[in-house]
């Protein structure tokens, strides 16, 4: 008897140490998904939406645990940063 509501209380444990898990592994994902979306969206195909030039790659800059890709719009000079490199965004699966 009490072995087993022991047992219960082990699998109760379990059970809540899982969800916490798989609630943390949605939330983060989700935020990653965001994220990456957003990059995505300031990217927008090598083109600069502001003015319509395009975006050029001009270097990396790399620290010990992170690397920056810049780029520069040709048309307004505007500098953006991305954490890797672009050009895979550009060829997709539109029209164009
Ligand atoms: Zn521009």
Redesign the pocket.
């Known amino acids: 008897m009490n072995n087993k509501r022991e047992r219960i209380s082990y699998i109760i444990c379990l059970l809540v140490v899982v969800l916490f898990f798989a609630f943390c592994l949605i939330i983060g994902t989700r935020h990653d998904k965001q994220k990456e979306e957003a990059m995505v969206n300031r990217w927008n195909r090598g083109v600069?939406?502001?003015?319509?030039?395009?975006?050029e790659y001009q270097q990396m800059i790399a620290g010990q645990s992170w690397r920056s890709y810049v780029y520069r719009?040709?048309?307004?000079?505007?500098v953006v940063t991305f954490p890797h490199q672009m050009e895979f965004y550009t060829s997709g699966s539109e029209e164009d």
């Not at 600069?48 to 975006?55: E, V």
């Not at 719009?73 to 505007?78: N, S």
């Open positions: 600069h939406a502001g003015c319509g030039g395009n975006f719009c040709d048309k307004c000079g505007l």
